[in-house]
């Protein structure tokens, strides 16, 4: 070989931007792309839309055609390529040529993979039925809407409630197909944590989407009518027309174990922190590849675009630039959004989840919590809607550890502030000063994000003692219900005691003093009025963080949609 030569293994996310960023570095190389699909850099997340007829042009999902590469790039794209093997020690990659079946080898100087993740289909009884189909490629795309084309398809079920679920779920009905949702686990969206997807099951329900949770799939048989019997464990069997697999993603990896290159724990290949296997000679990047968690510093997997995007950027710097003049993945916050039906749920840094699940934070990172639900825009100008916010944060400096939101409008410009202050390891102290845009049809003069961080700032400057409902048992408090007595009679927490806040200073002679007394109003800014005034009058307060609106979410009371 004369000119150095990069091989690329998959032309979607990370190996496309890889490939062009090394020809913008370097106009000398050879780049060859092998992908084994038909299609390279089509855009996977835009699927699900053109199923539910939101994008209208299949062309529009092909961000760049191999002609495109070798014009404006002079890179060489082969799809129907399926690479079978690295030979490391003779720096060769075996291809079969996927049309005609011819098998070939190609030296390379460099080798980066970006083989990405493939959906899990688990060996259960009738997968391979007709009717059931996963989502990842183009011809899956094809085959959902042929399907969905040849059949009068009334009633769809979901398998899995995560990102690729719900985005289902949204575009089938946009079809006038009725969805069912089966999750295992015990909320949809396990990305985030329960109580806060208590509000996207509420928003679902009044979409008239079914939602069977806490219960796995063991099998799929075929009725005499032609539908599909979706059983699970429960003993529950779903009918359904069509069936959407989406129970998670396994990274790509039997190319790199084949090879012999090193295998983390979770099952990804393994690389430094600018994307280095343990071959000097192979890159690894997106899907497929373990990350640090940029919060816990653990292992972790995060298959989405935005990292396999920046990865494949950092490894080609890295190749082309060496490694001291090329930046460092910095790890990963797994900061997502994800709509259904008018609703944006998004989120970054650690869950509650997670952090109890590690040891090393559970013992040696004590962390708080602070909920709210501001207006996405000033609540004077029309149309503001609820944002409902979730922040985590360290007790020991104000650290922010992470966010949810969730709402109609307005949720993930907020989570993307705050994925940048994680990014600059911010505090709660840094969201209180944070200088944002402010105009009444865009924000409000304190944001939602300012806002969050003024509520934990109060806690940790010890202005405010928070409480949660999860420990509302077990602490037995008296509890103070501070909203208007309309309010009250509309629905309250048992035994609460309502003293409107307004008449508080007149009757908190009412109020224990040798008891610890916790208070709740609506969404906990009137709580946090009350708990100053009782906290200088000398008694024992703390305000219950996120007010009745959690409340009413978690424990199903009433109708728990937003907005109302
Ligand atoms: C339906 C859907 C919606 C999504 N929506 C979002 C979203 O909204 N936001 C988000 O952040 N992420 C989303 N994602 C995830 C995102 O697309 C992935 O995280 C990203 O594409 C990963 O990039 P990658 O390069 O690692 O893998 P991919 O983009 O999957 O590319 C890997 C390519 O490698 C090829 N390949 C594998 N093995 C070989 C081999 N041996 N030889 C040749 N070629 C091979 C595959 O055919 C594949 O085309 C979505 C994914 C899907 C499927």
């Not at 539908?227 to 396994?250: C, F, K, P, Q, Y």
């Not at 071959?279 to 292992?299: L, M, P």
């Not at 090393?360 to 000033?378: F, G, S, V």
Request: proline residues 4%.
């Amino acid at each position: 070989m004369s000119k150095k030569r990069l091989l690329i293994v998959g032309g979607v996310a990370g190996g496309a931007s890889c490939a062009t960023r090394a020809r913008r570095l370097s106009e000398d190389s050879e780049i060859i792309i092998f992908e084994r699909g038909p299609y390279v850099s089509f855009a996977n997340c835009g699927l699900p839309y053109y199923i539910g007829n939101v994008i209208t042009k299949e062309e529009k999902l092909l961000v760049a055609s191999p002609k495109l590469f070798k014009e404006r790039f002079n890179i060489d794209v082969r799809t129907n390529s399926n690479v079978l093997l690295i030979d490391r020690k003779k720096k060769e990659i075996e291809v079969e040529d996927l049309k005609n079946g011819k098998v070939y080898r190609k030296k390379y100087d460099t080798l980066v993979i970006s083989p990405g993740s493939a959906p899990i289909k688990p060996k259960l009884e009738g997968i391979e039925l007709p009717g059931i189909f996963i989502l990842r490629t183009i011809p899956d795309m094809h085959q959902i809407i042929n399907w969905i084309k040849a059949g009068k398809i009334k009633n769809a079920a979901v398998v899995g409630g995560g990102f690729i679920g719900l985005e289902m779920t949204e575009n089938l009905k946009r079809l006038g197909i009725n969805v069912t949702i089966i999750e295992m686990q015990k909320h949809v969206m396990p990305v985030i944590d329960p109580e806060m997807a208590a509000f996207i099951h509420g928003h679902l329900y009044s979409h008239k989407i079914s939602i069977h949770l806490g219960s796995a799939v063991s099998g799929f048989n075929e009725e005499k009518d032609g539908t599909i019997s979706i059983m699970l464990e429960s003993g529950i069997s779903i009918s359904a027309d069509m069936v959407i697999l989406a129970i998670g993603i396994r990274p790509e990896v039997e190319l790199a174990r084949k090879a012999g290159l090193s295998i983390g724990n979770y099952k990804g290949i393994l690389v430094d922190d600018q994307m280095q296997t343990s071959d000097k000679s192979i890159w690894a990047v997106g899907d497929a590849v373990e990350v640090k968690d940029f919060i816990t510093g653990s292992q972790t997997l995060v298959p989405l675009a935005g990292p396999a995007n920046r990865q494949g950027r950092i490894a080609a710097d890295v190749i082309l630039r060496g490694s001291s003049n090329s930046p460092r993945f910095r790890g990963v916050q797994a900061t997502s959004v994800c709509g259904v039906l008018g609703m944006t749920i998004a989120s970054t840094g650690a869950t509650e989840k997670l952090l109890r699940r590690i040891d090393r934070y559970h013992e040696l990172e004590q962390y708080e919590k602070i909920y709210l639900h501001p207006d996405h825009h000033a609540g004077y100008y029309p149309d503001a809607k609820t944002i409902t916010i979730k922040l985590i944060f360290s007790t020991k400096d104000g650290r922010i550890l992470g966010a949810q939101a969730i709402g109609k409008t307005g949720v993930e410009k907020r989570i993307d502030v705050i994925a940048m202050a994680i990014q600059q390891k911010g505090t709660v102290f840094d969201l209180e000063e944070a200088e944002l845009c402010y105009a009444p049809q865009y924000g409000s003069a304190k944001d939602p994000v300012n806002m969050a961080g003024m509520i934990a700032a109060n806690v940790l400057r010890g202005y405010s003692s928070v409480a949660h409902w999860e420990n509302l048992a077990k602490s037995d408090p008296y509890i103070l219900d501070v909203r208007d007595p309309i309010e009250f009679s509309k629905g309250h927490v048992e035994n609460a005691v309502n003293i409107p806040l307004n008449s508080l200073r007149c009757r908190m002679s009412e109020l224990p003093r040798d008891r610890e007394i916790w208070i709740y109003c609506f969404v906990g800014q009137r709580s946090y009025y009350a708990e100053r005034i009782l906290f200088q009058n000398g008694y024992k307060v703390r305000n219950i963080s996120g007010g009745f609106l959690l409340y009413r979410a978690v424990k199903k009371v009433k109708g728990n949609t937003m907005n109302q």
